[in-house]
């Protein structure tokens, strides 16, 4: 059966002191954070979705803290983060432009991908300082869209997960099988 093979190949937690897993302390080794429970999976998506949409570098650490903080599951809150990857830069940024926009009425042209001179550029820290260049010509709206956008992102995740999931659980009564441990 498909769960029973999920359920087989899903990573599994085990009480080591694995290095970067340290300065979570205990709070990384509550059981919730690496079962698959509706509850855990629609909070590590909110998780993951929470963070997701900040272009910094630290997503995987916030998905982590939020997953602990809200019971889900961990492996489910770094794979959401994954929406914003180099592909879908320019896309998701143009929606978290035009929401904060829409929300502040700033008039600002949006500058997407033509505002990148790659051929200048000859090291990572150049390419970081005509990001932070392009990320304070959006201003405000910028600012405003990546919270409301996450947020949104977040709690319909949530809601949709938690939605699917009882109906999907009420069509084939899966809360009557049980995972046999090996």
């Not at 630290?58 to 914003?84: H, P």
């Not at 919270?147 to 949530?158: D, F, N, R």
């Amino acid at each position: 059966m498909k769960l029973q093979w999920v359920k087989k190949h899903i990573p599994k937690f085990k009480k080591s002191d694995h290095k970067y897993l340290r300065r979570f302390g205990q709070a990384i080794h509550h059981p919730e954070l690496w079962h698959l429970t509706r509850h855990s999976v629609a909070a590590g998506a909110a998780a993951g979705f929470l963070v997701a949409f900040i272009p910094l570098p630290i997503q995987t650490i916030g998905a982590i803290t939020f997953a602990i903080l809200f019971r889900g599951n961990v492996v489910i809150a770094i794979a959401t983060t994954l929406i914003s990857n180099p592909f879908t830069l320019i896309p998701i940024n143009y929606f978290i432009y035009k929401v904060g926009q829409f929300i502040t009425g700033n008039a600002a042209p949006f500058e997407g991908l033509e505002y990148f001179q790659f051929h200048d550029q000859d090291s990572l820290t150049g390419y970081f300082t005509q990001f932070v260049e392009w990320s304070k010509s959006l201003g405000k709206s910028i600012l405003v869209g990546i919270p409301v956008v996450s947020i949104c992102a977040a709690l319909g995740s949530y809601l949709i997960i938690n939605i699917f999931w009882k109906l999907i659980d009420s069509l084939f009564h899966l809360e009557k099988i049980r995972f046999k441990k090996k």
